[in-house]
């Protein structure tokens, strides 16, 4: 090496080539330990447990979050609950290090609650019973405006335990011909708008009386009214 010449090592870091494949390693290096450094800090958490199921969630302008848990940094967040039809929430969160923040909330339209007896969305109906019911309410804004709905629907869907509920009309003497054997269950319909209702099947063409009659007395008998549920009739000889 006393004459000057440059070893076969020197020659390889000399390459510009060689220079540039490490000079692009070390910018990714510093690229992946500013990233590791970046989601450390990221140490707040906001969980989502919102009703509809499929609500948009947005935060800070970011529309990609649904329900379950996220992690943030330290700061204040505007999230905003939103779903088409439905009557859109904001809150303003102030997210401290190591904080772990709950959003539980539910939407409606105008207060009204049409869009849960819905069978497309009945399982934004279980989330809406879970988080909003009188008795565990655990809405972040304490909104206890479903409650009295979802007191009603469990009234009404409790009926279910009874159905299918059977009985016959008949004239004297009874006979299959003249005896208008009824079922009644209780299940969506598309005759109901796809919500849930009594589906009547009898015999006869059309609906009678009579069959209504004994339908409201089989109802009051288990507890239940006829006039707080929709229902529909169809005709099935095989009953």
């Given at each position: 090496?006393?004459?000057?010449?440059?070893?076969?090592?020197?020659?390889?870091f000399?390459?510009?080539?060689?220079?540039?494949?490490?000079?692009?390693?070390?910018?990714?290096?510093?690229?992946?330990?500013?990233?590791?450094i970046?989601?450390?800090?990221?140490?707040?958490i906001?969980?989502?447990?919102?009703?509809?199921?499929?609500?948009?969630?947005?935060?800070?302008?970011?529309?990609?979050?649904?329900?379950?848990?996220?992690?943030?940094?330290?700061?204040?967040?505007?999230?905003?609950?939103?779903?088409?039809s439905?009557?859109?929430?904001?809150?303003?969160?102030?997210?401290?290090?190591?904080?772990?923040?709950?959003?539980?909330?539910?939407?409606?339209?105008?207060?009204?609650?049409?869009?849960?007896?819905?069978?497309?969305?009945?399982?934004?109906?279980?989330?809406?019973?879970?988080?909003?019911?009188?008795?565990n309410?655990?809405?972040?804004?304490?909104?206890?405006?479903?409650?009295?709905?979802?007191?009603?629907?469990?009234?009404?869907?409790?009926?279910?335990?009874?159905?299918?509920?059977?009985?016959?009309?008949?004239?004297?003497?009874?006979?299959?011909?003249?005896?208008?054997a009824?079922?009644?269950?209780?299940?969506?319909?598309?005759?109901?708008?796809?919500?849930?209702?009594?589906?009547?099947?009898?015999?006869?063409?059309?609906?009678?009386?009579?069959?209504?009659?004994?339908?409201?007395?089989?109802?009051?008998?288990?507890?239940?009214?006829?006039?707080?549920?929709?229902?529909?009739?169809?005709?099935?000889?095989?009953?």
């Amino acid at each position: 090496m006393q004459d000057g010449s440059v070893s076969p090592i020197g020659n390889f870091f000399r390459n510009k080539w060689v220079r540039a494949i490490l000079a692009v390693d070390i910018l990714a290096i510093i690229g992946i330990v500013t990233v590791v450094i970046y989601n450390l800090t990221k140490n707040a958490i906001i969980d989502f447990t919102i009703a509809p199921i499929d609500a948009t969630i947005t935060v800070n302008g970011n529309s990609n979050y649904h329900n379950g848990s996220f992690q943030f940094h330290p700061g204040t967040y505007e999230v905003t609950i939103s779903h088409e039809s439905l009557d859109p929430k904001t809150f303003i969160i102030e997210l401290q290090p190591d904080s772990d923040v709950a959003i539980t909330t539910f939407l409606s339209e105008d207060g009204i609650f049409d869009f849960y007896k819905l069978k497309d969305n009945y399982s934004s109906y279980l989330m809406l019973e879970r988080i909003a019911s009188p008795n565990n309410n655990q809405t972040t804004d304490h909104d206890t405006s479903a409650e009295e709905f979802i007191l009603q629907q469990e009234q009404k869907n409790s009926i279910s335990e009874f159905t299918p509920i059977r009985f016959a009309i008949c004239e004297n003497p009874a006979t299959r011909v003249n005896c208008d054997a009824v079922e009644v269950t209780y299940d969506y319909s598309e005759k109901c708008d796809n919500q849930k209702c009594l589906i009547i099947k009898g015999r006869k063409e059309e609906l009678t009386n009579d069959v209504i009659t004994e339908l409201t007395n089989q109802l009051s008998s288990r507890g239940y009214n006829l006039d707080n549920y929709r229902y529909i009739y169809e005709q099935d000889t095989e009953i």
